[in-house]
């Protein structure tokens, strides 16, 4: 008699390839093995919307940190990989398609050379540039930030947007500021130009004794230093002015103080800034011939500038012509047209009352065909509008 063995049914043949899979809780070990077909991989992969990664060459872009520092050091053994207890073929490496950039017309911006962007930063306002030295930091170093020379004399310009472009500049070596309504922020950025060489604060306005300290302290490579008439400028400015000025000053203007500007002022001044060769101290009311001996001890001084400094009595200027490097003397308001002639006859080696404005740290100087400032040659000129 013949036994016939009962088929299983096909749940029961795929439950034999399959344990059962314990919960949390349970302590046994399990696992289970996933039998593939490796001809539908393509198949597969298809509907997902990704493709086998092919051989290809090198690729930075899709190529993990740790491989491209293996290739970029082919001296060191390979790696050992570590063998997989399943089948090889079981494994498929995938990945999106690339996207390719040729699909996206134009050039793009990090394309450009340095000198084609500093050719169309060139042609922005200074508000404009401000904005576009915050884009990224290859444009925060071109952005013409780094400039040496900038005059913005009695431009039309609140102290906010001023003190936002001041603040991006830290290799000024020329600056001026004539009529400037000015605040201590201002004043304590333009600290960190220690370049500077010439500075124009006349007439400028709203910063503190302390800012202005902050400064002087700051630039000790100072040439040129105007400072004349800065309408809230107290007593306390001017004592703090003339004690902390570099001794590298040459050229200083410090007109305009009246009864702020003192004897004891001269000499602190003095002492500071032994190497003047040229001195402005006109419109001071409180100086006297009593301050003259300071003027001999500047063994450099060629010009100097009393223009109505009231209290100087005219036949003392005599004095002055005892100083063997001076060679202009300025005296407006304090000589009285019929005895100018007779000064000059007596002082005929002095040139005297020759000019009326002072040209210290100014950038422009006369009317010239050519633009230019601080002597040097500008491309840039300012066109009236259509």
Same mark, same amino acid.
């Given at each position: 008699?013949? *036994?016939?063995?009962?088929?299983?049914?096909?749940?029961?043949?795929?439950?034999?390839?399959?344990?059962?899979? +314990?919960?949390?809780?349970?302590?046994?070990?399990?696992?289970?093995?996933?039998?593939?077909?490796?001809?539908?991989?393509?198949?597969?992969?298809? !509907?997902?919307?990704?493709?086998?990664?092919?051989?290809?060459?090198?690729?930075?872009?899709?190529? =993990?940190?740790?491989?491209?520092?293996?290739?970029?050091? +082919?001296?060191?053994?390979?790696?050992?990989?570590?063998?997989?207890?399943?089948?090889?073929?079981?494994?498929?490496?995938?990945?999106?398609?690339?996207?390719?950039?040729?699909?996206? =017309? %134009?050039?793009?911006?990090? &394309?450009? /050379?340095?000198?084609?962007?500093? %050719?169309?930063?060139?042609? $922005?306002?200074?508000?404009?540039?401000?904005?576009?030295?915050?884009?990224?930091?290859?444009?925060?170093?071109?952005?013409?930030?780094?400039?040496?020379?900038?005059?913005?004399?009695?431009?039309?310009?609140?102290?906010?947007?001023?003190?936002?472009?001041?603040?991006?500049?830290?290799?000024?070596?020329?600056?001026?500021?004539?009529?400037?309504?000015?605040?201590?922020?201002?004043?304590?950025?333009?600290?960190?130009?220690?370049? $500077?060489?010439?500075?124009?604060?006349?007439?400028?306005?709203?910063?503190?004794?302390?800012?202005?300290?902050?400064?002087?302290?700051?630039?000790?490579?100072?040439?040129?230093?105007?400072?004349?008439?800065?309408?809230?400028?107290?007593?306390?400015?001017?004592?703090?002015?003339?004690?902390?000025?570099?001794?590298?000053?040459?050229?200083?203007?410090?007109?305009?103080?009246?009864?702020?500007?003192?004897?004891?002022?001269?000499?602190?001044?003095?002492?500071?800034? +032994?190497?003047?060769?040229?001195?402005?101290? &006109?419109?001071?009311?409180?100086?006297?011939?009593?301050?003259?001996?300071?003027?001999?001890?500047?063994?450099?001084?060629?010009?100097?500038? $009393?223009?109505?400094?009231?209290?100087?009595?005219?036949?003392?200027?005599?004095? $002055?012509?005892?100083? =063997?490097?001076?060679?202009?003397?300025?005296?407006?308001?304090?000589?009285?047209?019929?005895?100018?002639?007779?000064?000059?006859?007596?002082?005929?080696?002095?040139?005297?009352?020759?000019?009326?404005?002072?040209?210290? *740290?100014? /950038?422009?100087? !006369?009317?010239?065909?050519?633009?230019?400032?601080? %002597?040097?040659?500008?491309?840039?000129?300012?066109?009236?509008?259509?």
């Amino acid at each position: 008699m013949h *036994a016939f063995k009962t088929p299983e049914p096909v749940d029961a043949m795929h439950r034999k390839h399959l344990q059962e899979i +314990p919960d949390q809780t349970s302590n046994v070990t399990t696992s289970f093995t996933w039998g593939w077909d490796s001809s539908k991989t393509s198949e597969l992969l298809s !509907g997902m919307g990704v493709s086998t990664l092919e051989k290809e060459e090198v690729d930075s872009e899709n190529i =993990p940190q740790e491989l491209l520092s293996n290739l970029s050091h +082919p001296q060191s053994p390979p790696r050992k990989r570590l063998k997989s207890k399943g089948n090889d073929k079981d494994f498929v490496i995938v990945r999106r398609p690339k996207l390719n950039r040729e699909n996206f =017309p %134009g050039v793009s911006w990090d &394309s450009l /050379p340095d000198e084609l962007l500093l %050719g169309i930063f060139s042609c $922005l306002c200074l508000p404009e540039l401000l904005k576009v030295s915050s884009i990224c930091k290859r444009w925060y170093h071109l952005a013409p930030f780094r400039v040496q020379h900038m005059d913005l004399s009695n431009s039309v310009i609140d102290a906010s947007t001023l003190n936002g472009i001041l603040t991006l500049c830290s290799k000024l070596q020329n600056l001026s500021l004539e009529g400037l309504q000015l605040s201590d922020p201002i004043v304590n950025n333009l600290a960190q130009n220690s370049n $500077l060489v010439r500075l124009n604060f006349s007439g400028c306005s709203g910063f503190s004794e302390s800012a202005l300290k902050t400064l002087l302290s700051s630039c000790s490579r100072l040439d040129e230093l105007n400072l004349s008439w800065c309408f809230d400028f107290t007593e306390k400015h001017v004592q703090v002015a003339v004690a902390h000025m570099s001794e590298t000053i040459t050229q200083l203007n410090l007109s305009g103080y009246r009864k702020n500007l003192q004897r004891a002022d001269v000499s602190t001044l003095v002492g500071r800034c +032994p190497n003047l060769v040229h001195l402005d101290l &006109s419109d001071s009311i409180m100086l006297k011939h009593d301050c003259f001996p300071e003027f001999f001890q500047l063994n450099y001084l060629q010009h100097l500038s $009393l223009s109505r400094c009231y209290d100087i009595i005219p036949e003392t200027l005599l004095e $002055l012509g005892e100083i =063997p490097t001076l060679k202009t003397l300025q005296v407006f308001g304090i000589v009285p047209d019929s005895t100018l002639q007779l000064l000059k006859e007596a002082l005929p080696h002095l040139q005297i009352n020759g000019s009326h404005f002072s040209t210290i *740290a100014r /950038p422009t100087v !006369g009317h010239k065909s050519y633009p230019e400032i601080w %002597g040097i040659k500008c491309r840039l000129t300012l066109r009236k509008p259509t």
